[in-house]
């Protein structure tokens, strides 16, 4: 297969790892018997420093060119200033938004090497495996009105929060055809006491649910959810919700793995590349860590398994997909740790050892 990558290494510690993972999908390439064209394209705070905007105009071309879209991370203290008038993650947005990618699926399964790293007690963890579908190109994110301006002598702010029916049903239908291939069972979470836009979300859910007879279907309320994935996430499979809610709700279950720097994600919708496939973005949940940037220390486990996802999904490479996924699980089996992990390895080791993983399982086509 012949495949063309958009990379977009971004900020912070992003061109650590999306160069890991370009190696690691070279890998693949070399063992497999494919050609990955993949070209880095500026994206966020790297982007704003260099031609004055978060997402120029040629890198969303060649995103919306491309088979599949790679990116490392955005942001950082030098463009925190909430006064600023172009922020790294208005380049995140507007990427998701430009590809219509409308569905983040974000997939928790604690490694066991790794249990103890997580702040809950073991024996709640051992058997989580759950996936979460996080709406992504509408909701309080991109809902209009958007401003802040100054009226009787302070200063105000609003941000909407709006949804469509159809906006709802595509992200459900999704979630609910992943619960039946997994473990049949679909958590809906919304604010459905408070919000209109949530009832909307509760009431489109129900009807979707009648097409699916052979899932459950259970609502929680989001602050319920919160606790639950505390109290008991292994009762979870697939969870489904709103943009905002889901932003919040998968940095915590982040915890149940030990650190966000393992966990991966591919955004889908309905727009196909050139082999028939979903043009999906892939991204590690973990932000840009400025705090390490540049030391060489980066955890790529969550780009990885993103690349992972990305020859599932938008390459439909199967067999090269769980090949990576078992070269990750493998190296961490040995003990090759980064310093978030309790361990020493650096980048650079960790990926070396995942590929030397890869090539000795490796059954050329």
């Not at 066991?112 to 051992?126: D, Q, T």
């Not at 058997?127 to 579908?133: A, G, N, S, T, W």
């Not at 509408?138 to 200063?155: C, L, M, N, T």
């Not at 709006?162 to 709802?168: H, I, L, P, Q, R």
């Amino acid at each position: 297969m012949k495949a063309i990558i958009a990379c977009l290494p971004g900020d912070g510690i992003g061109p650590e790892v999306i160069e890991a993972t370009q190696t690691v999908l070279q890998a693949v390439a070399n063992a497999y018997g494919h050609t990955f064209e993949m070209e880095n394209y500026p994206i966020g705070g790297a982007a704003i420093d260099q031609y004055q905007t978060p997402l120029p105009p040629f890198t969303l071309e060649a995103c919306q060119a491309a088979d599949a879209v790679l990116l490392g991370a955005v942001g950082g203290p030098k463009w925190d200033s909430p006064d600023a008038p172009m922020r790294p993650e208005q380049g995140l947005l507007a990427i998701r938004k430009g590809l219509e990618v409308f569905a983040n699926l974000r997939p928790v399964k604690p490694h066991p090497r790794l249990l103890h790293a997580s702040p809950l007690k073991m024996e709640k963890i051992a058997e989580v495996d759950l996936i979460f579908v996080r709406e992504l190109t509408s909701g309080i994110y991109f809902g209009q009105p958007k401003r802040r301006w100054v009226e009787a002598g302070e200063e105000r702010a609003v941000d909407t929060m709006a949804y469509t029916e159809s906006e709802v049903r595509r992200v459900a239908k999704l979630a609910f055809e992943l619960a039946r291939q997994r473990k049949r069972k679909v958590t809906s979470i919304d604010k459905a006491n408070v919000l209109e836009t949530s009832r909307l979300w509760r009431k489109v859910v129900n009807e979707v649910a009648k097409d699916y007879p052979q899932v459950t279907l259970e609502h929680l309320l989001v602050d319920a959810a919160a606790m639950y994935l505390l109290q008991r996430p292994a009762s979870f499979d697939v969870l489904v919700t709103e943009n905002m809610f889901g932003d919040i709700l998968t940095d915590e279950a982040s915890m149940l793995t030990g650190s966000m720097g393992n966990m991966a994600s591919a955004s889908l919708g309905d727009t196909q590349n050139r082999h028939g496939r979903p043009r999906g973005l892939y991204e590690p949940i973990h932000g840009s860590a400025p705090d390490i940037a540049g030391k060489g220390i980066a955890n790529p486990v969550g780009t990885i398994l993103s690349a992972a996802l990305l020859l599932r999904y938008s390459l439909g490479l199967e067999r090269e997909a769980e090949a990576v996924e078992r070269a990750v699980e493998e190296t961490l089996n040995l003990g090759i740790l980064s310093p978030d992990l309790g361990g020493s390895a650096n980048t650079a080791a960790m990926t070396r050892k995942i590929i030397e993983q890869l090539d000795a399982a490796a059954i050329p086509t």
